[in-house]
Antibody
Framework: EVQLVETGGGLIQPGGSLRLSCAAS????????MTWVRQAPGKGLEWVSL???????SYADSVKGRFTISRDNSKNTLYLQMNSLRAEDTAVYYC?????????????WGQGALVTVSS | QSALTQPPSASGSPGQSVTISCTGT?????????VSWYQQHPGKAPKLMIY???KRPSGVPDRFSGSKSGNTASLTVSGLQAEDEADYYC??????????FGTGTKVTVL
């Protein structure tokens, strides 16, 4: 059974940094693409970043240059390093992975990690 | 990277059908067959209902169907049931290895 567990959320001051982790089980993170999606309180879903199987990365314009997606194959874990955090980055952050063939399908989701950026 | 446009709300009585639209541009919805639909209940993670415009993942009832015409994709829920009451989001590949989500639609079962 595939499971994704996010950790690392919390309260952080504007301008600060935080790293989210997404521990995977039931599959290998390096075997497929994985993504981060966020949801501000009471708002809709927003795609944040993706890492391809080959390691290529991509970002939403809203986080480009501030966030970095990466993975540690030995720990089977996906990361999101968030720097220069702003109030508008406050959201629940989900990691997600595909459940089969096809493109840009995210079948498996974690429970989410809440990041609050506030002074 | 503007969000895809969805109606804020939709509703139907049990047993009826409801269709949700998702309007983008030729750079996302109209340009690729990578439109997905997600269902989200309050306080829960999203659930994939449709991918690649029309395909259903294993375990998703065939009451859920997807289609696309030009720059607009649609999700139809037939035979509405109480448990279908949720928020629904479309998403589309938007080129350059990026994705964009829709604004979301709250479906109410009357």
């Amino acid at each position: 059974e595939v499971q994704l567990v996010e950790t690392g959320g919390g309260l952080i001051q504007p301008g600060g940094s935080l790293r989210l982790s997404c521990a995977a089980s039931g599959f290998t993170v390096s075997s497929s693409y994985m993504t981060w999606v966020r949801q501000a309180p009471g708002k809709g879903l927003e795609w944040v970043s993706l890492i391809q199987r080959g390691g290529d990365t991509s970002y939403a314009d809203s986080v480009k240059g501030r966030f970095t997606i990466s993975r540690d194959n030995s720990k089977n874990t996906l990361y999101l390093q968030m720097n220069s955090l702003r109030a508008e980055d406050t959201a629940v952050y989900y990691c997600a992975s595909p459940g089969g063939g096809g493109t840009w399908r995210f079948d498996n989701w974690g429970q989410g990690a809440l990041v609050t950026v506030s002074s | 990277q503007s969000a895809l446009t969805q109606p804020p709300s939709a509703s139907g009585s049990p047993g009826q059908s409801v269709t949700i639209s998702c309007t983008g541009t030729s750079s996302d919805v109209g340009g690729y067959n990578s439109v997905s639909w997600y269902q989200q209940h309050p306080g829960k993670a999203p659930k994939l209902m449709i991918y690649e415009v029309t395909k259903r993942p294993s375990g998703v009832p065939d009451r859920f169907s997807g289609s696309k015409s030009g720059n607009t994709a649609s999700l139809t829920v037939s035979g509405l049931q109480a448990e279908d009451e949720a928020d629904y989001y479309c998403s589309s590949y938007a080129g350059s290895n990026r994705c964009v989500f829709g604004t979301g639609t709250k479906v109410t079962v009357l």
